[in-house]
């Protein structure tokens, strides 16, 4: 029963694959500029990341790469 569902299901892909009539599409010079804002956008907003948790980052990395642990000024001292 189940090969049968699987024989039906391929018929019908390779037939829409088959059959299917070209598209003819059109992308106006605004579509390039919309992609690049958007790429624009995404550094921007990285960079912003960045510089909003540069302290953390600067803490990680320093810890990761000195071998010992920093004391950060999150929690009180004990």
Known sequence: MCDFYKIG?????LS?????SPGFCYLDPGT??????ILIAGVAGL???????????KTFCT?????????TDDKPDE
């Open 47 to 57: 960079g912003l990341t960045i510089k909003i948790y540069w302290n953390r980052i």
């Open 9 to 13: 299901i391929y018929t019908v892909l």
């Open 16 to 20: 829409l694959v088959v059959l299917a």
């Open 63 to 71: 810890s990761l790469f000195s071998g010992k642990k920093e004391k």
């Open 32 to 37: 390039g500029s919309y992609f690049i804002q």
